[in-house]
């Protein structure tokens, strides 16, 4: 059976620093290792490398990008090859720009457990840096406007926390976690209640100090959900035009309240929606439709 180790410090600190829980980060590369090892060993690494050889390897990147999950791919080097084997040295960090054949880690371990590790390490760190990579390109197309890209709750069962983490290394905002952290009143909701208004009364008697956000498809829904008392409203699907009239609509009458456009929003329109006045905009793609950035692992010497 195959055998994983306990994270070191050094990992555990740097996953923390990040805003993560390292013992979730450790289940989750636990439980891939197992779906890859299917309760057997990696065949052909144990066929073809001697047991105590040991190599060093580079992880470069193939593209241009944003790197995110070096922390999480040092708990990968951990789990398998062992910390009191293994030395896992960061090259950048999380969140840097990175061109294609820049060197982001080396790692030195037993060459076996290294191959074994490879590919769960590479999955994440590809996904999670794509994650980024795309964020960036949002992030970089409002710059010079007070408007945030914001991500959704469209994520991978599993790799919700490890991708919002990427968004923030992407240089975006996270929205609301899960179902729980923020009540986000949305179209069904309204209809299964009634409306928007006995929506939010029901939601603001159950949770009084929880932030409550009400999607609206139109600038009547907006006027309901101001005298409604939302502290955010989600424009979904608005023109630019009607983008203009609800931010005119919130500074006369609701200067506090936080407006958000969704639906339809595309990067090569981001900066014409930014400056209608929106302070944020909530892309889904930045998680559920972000192409892998290309990196590999090569080893250097045995």
Same mark, same amino acid.
């Given at each position: 059976?195959?055998?994983?180790?306990?994270?070191?410090?050094?990992?555990?600190?740097?996953?923390?620093?990040?805003? &993560?829980?390292?013992?979730?980060? $450790?289940?989750?590369?636990?439980?891939?290792?197992?779906?890859?090892?299917?309760?057997?060993?990696? +065949?052909?690494?144990?066929?073809? *490398?001697?047991?105590?050889?040991?190599?060093? !390897?580079?992880?470069?990147?193939?593209?241009?990008?944003?790197?995110?999950? &070096?922390?999480?791919?040092?708990?990968?080097?951990?789990?398998?090859?062992?910390?009191?084997? #293994?030395?896992?040295?960061? =090259?950048?960090?999380?969140?840097?720009?990175?061109?294609?054949?820049?060197?982001? $880690?080396?790692?030195?371990?037993?060459?076996?457990?290294?191959?074994?590790?490879?590919?769960?390490?590479?999955?994440? =760190?590809?996904?999670? #840096?794509?994650? !980024?990579?795309?964020?960036? #390109?949002?992030?970089?197309?409002?710059?010079?406007?007070?408007?945030? +890209?914001?991500?959704?709750?469209?994520?991978?069962?599993?790799?919700?926390?490890?991708?919002?983490?990427?968004?923030?290394?992407?240089?975006?905002?996270?929205?609301?976690?899960?179902?729980?952290?923020?009540?986000?009143?949305?179209?069904?909701?309204?209809?299964?209640?009634?409306?928007?208004?006995?929506?939010?009364?029901?939601?603001?008697?159950?949770?009084?100090?929880?932030?409550?956000?009400?999607?609206?498809?139109?600038?009547?829904?907006?006027?309901?959900? *101001?005298?409604?008392?939302?502290?955010?409203?989600?424009?979904?699907?608005?023109?630019?035009?009607? %983008?203009?009239?609800?931010?005119?609509?919130?500074?006369?009458?609701?200067?506090? %309240?936080? &407006?958000?456009?969704?639906?339809?929003?595309?990067?090569?329109?981001?900066?014409?929606?930014?400056?209608?006045?929106?302070?944020?905009?909530?892309?889904?793609? &930045?998680?559920? #439709?972000?192409?892998?950035?290309?990196?590999?692992?090569?080893?250097? !010497?045995?």
């Amino acid at each position: 059976m195959f055998v994983t180790h306990p994270l070191s410090d050094p990992t555990r600190h740097r996953l923390i620093e990040g805003g &993560l829980d390292p013992d979730a980060v $450790a289940q989750l590369v636990r439980a891939t290792l197992a779906e890859d090892l299917m309760g057997g060993r990696d +065949v052909t690494s144990v066929a073809t *490398i001697a047991a105590d050889q040991r190599s060093i !390897a580079v992880f470069a990147t193939r593209a241009d990008g944003v790197v995110a999950g &070096l922390a999480v791919v040092a708990a990968v080097v951990d789990t398998v090859c062992g910390a009191s084997a #293994s030395r896992f040295d960061y =090259l950048r960090a999380d969140g840097d720009r990175v061109r294609a054949g820049d060197q982001v $880690a080396t790692v030195v371990a037993p060459t076996r457990s290294l191959l074994t590790a490879e590919r769960t390490a590479l999955n994440l =760190l590809c996904h999670l #840096s794509g994650v !980024a990579t795309l964020t960036r #390109s949002w992030a970089d197309a409002l710059a010079g406007t007070s408007t945030i +890209v914001r991500d959704t709750r469209k994520t991978m069962p599993g790799l919700r926390a490890l991708e919002k983490y990427a968004v923030r290394c992407g240089g975006g905002q996270n929205h609301r976690m899960g179902l729980s952290d923020a009540a986000l009143i949305k179209d069904n909701h309204v209809a299964a209640a009634g409306g928007i208004t006995a929506a939010f009364e029901r939601v603001r008697a159950m949770a009084p100090d929880l932030r409550i956000e009400v999607e609206v498809d139109d600038l009547a829904g907006l006027h309901e959900a *101001i005298a409604a008392g939302a502290d955010e409203v989600l424009l979904d699907n608005f023109t630019l035009d009607d %983008l203009r009239e609800a931010v005119r609509i919130r500074n006369a009458s609701a200067p506090h %309240l936080v &407006l958000e456009a969704s639906g339809g929003l595309r990067l090569a329109t981001a900066a014409a929606v930014a400056a209608t006045g929106v302070d944020h905009i909530a892309v889904g793609e &930045l998680t559920h #439709s972000a192409p892998v950035l290309d990196l590999g692992l090569d080893l250097q !010497a045995g």
